[in-house]
């Protein structure tokens, strides 16, 4: 039996009104946890100084990879060198590290030196971490 009452009547209408801004808060928090994880789970944008870096030493790696391994083994310590001092994007640097690794591999003929598709793949991680510096980072397939 419902209770018609006025007090009924008013229970009733307190309790859709709490029900409905449950359920807001509810949805406002699922939409800002949604909001947070996409925020988070997007690369960092490395500064316009970081990727013009990244780039100059990707232009240098593949010279270098095409050259003698001795003159490679001295420019690879010298860049890492520059790169940790200079490059304050570590996410950035983790990929421009890979791909100088990359070319002492390639001039040293070793069976580890990468594949195009290899090289393809961490050129697209590095330019997510440029996307918003106006500089595209090109790492050219090594050794060819």
Known sequence: MVDTSPAGTARRRNRTVISAVAAALAAALVAGTGYWWYERSLPSQASAADCRLAQRIATEARQ???GPAADAETWARKIA?????KMKDGYLGLRVSQYEAWALLTAQKSPDA???QDVGKYQDKAREHCAQSGVTVSMQPLGS
């Open 114 to 116: 990468p594949s195009a």
């Open 64 to 66: 270098i990879a095409s």
């Open 81 to 85: 060198t520059e790169r940790r001092s």
